[in-house]
C-alpha cells in the first residue's frame, strides 16, 4: 500500500511566523504535490515536483516555497504565516512510471493562523 | 485555470438506495479518477479510468469513461452509512502538465434524516 504522511495533523501558529509542513512518501515516487483545500473552493495546486531538487509553480503558488532535498520528502514553507493561509494542506505523490495520473494522498494538515 | 464541473453538489442518501453522481468537461480528457474524502482525511482513490467506454467497478462502485471522454460517472449500489462523505472526480487533459490532474469541487453524502 502506498503510504504518505504528514508531520502534523493540525498545526496553529501566529501571524509572521515561518511555518514548514513535511510529507513523506514510502513508495518511490518521483512526482509530489502540495494543495490547499478551502470550502467552495476544491482543491488548488500550490507547487509541485517531478524529481529531487525540481519544483514547478501551481495555481498558487504566492506566499509559498518548497524543497525537495530528498526523492520521498517534499516541504512546504510558508515563509510569513498570514490569516489568509488558513486551511487544509494535502501532499500527494504519483509515479512516472506506472499508472502516471493516480495521485494517493496524505492525510492532511490542517493549518490555524491567527 | 480549467476546472469539472461535478453534480449533484450534495446529496441525501437512505439506507439501501443506489447513488449516482457526475462530472463533466468542456475538453477532452485522457484520464478520469474518483476519489473519497472522510472528515478531517486526506482523499482516498477509489477508481481510475484510462480509455473511452471503460466501466470498472470497485465492490459496490462503478465507475465510467465517457465515450466523448468528456465525461464520467459514479454508481454506488445499495448504499450503507459508511458511503458517506465527499466524493471528488479528478482528471489529466491532453496538453495538460504531465502528472497533474484538474479536480471537481466534490459531491457531498449524507445520510437522509
Known amino acids: 500500500d502506498v503510504k504518505v504522511t504528514q508531520s502534523s495533523r493540525y498545526l496553529v501558529k501566529r501571524t509572521g511566523e515561518k511555518v514548514f509542513l513535511e510529507c513523506v512518501q514510502d513508495?518511490?515516487?518521483?512526482?509530489m504535490f502540495w494543495y490547499r483545500q478551502d470550502p467552495g473552493l476544491g482543491l488548488r495546486l500550490i507547487y509541485f515536483?517531478?524529481?529531487?531538487?525540481?519544483?514547478e509553480k501551481g495555481d498558487i503558488p504566492e506566499g509559498y516555497s518548497v524543497s525537495r532535498e530528498k526523492k520521498e520528502r517534499f516541504s512546504l514553507i510558508l515563509e510569513s504565516a498570514s490569516t489568509n493561509q488558513t486551511s487544509m494542506y494535502l501532499c500527494?505523490?504519483?509515479?512516472?512510471?506506472?499508472?502516471?495520473?493516480?495521485?494517493?494522498f496524505g492525510p492532511g494538515t490542517r493549518l490555524t493562523v491567527t | 485555470g480549467q476546472q469539472l464541473n461535478q453534480s449533484p453538489q450534495s446529496m441525501f442518501i437512505q439506507e439501501g438506495e443506489d447513488v449516482s453522481m457526475n462530472c463533466t468537461s468542456s475538453s477532452i480528457f485522457n484520464t478520469w479518477l474518483w476519489y473519497k474524502q472522510d472528515p478531517g482525511e486526506g482523499p482516498v482513490l477509489l477508481i481510475a479510468l484510462y480509455k473511452a467506454g471503460e466501466l470498472t467497478s470497485n465492490g459496490r462502485l462503478t465507475a465510467q469513461f465517457g465515450i466523448t471522454r468528456k465525461d464520467s460517472f459514479l454508481n454506488i449500489s445499495a448504499s450503507i452509512p459508511s458511503d458517506v462523505g465527499i466524493y471528488f472526480c479528478?482528471?489529466?487533459?491532453?496538453?495538460?502538465?504531465?502528472?497533474?490532474?484538474?479536480f471537481g469541487k466534490g459531491t457531498k453524502l449524507s445520510v437522509k434524516p
Open positions: 500527494a505523490s504519483s509515479s512516472h512510471r506506472v499508472r502516471l495520473y493516480e495521485q494517493y
Open positions: 513508495m518511490d515516487h518521483e512526482n
Open positions: 479528478a482528471g489529466q487533459n491532453y496538453g495538460g502538465s504531465q502528472g497533474n490532474l484538474i
Open positions: 515536483s517531478y524529481d529531487v531538487k525540481m519544483k
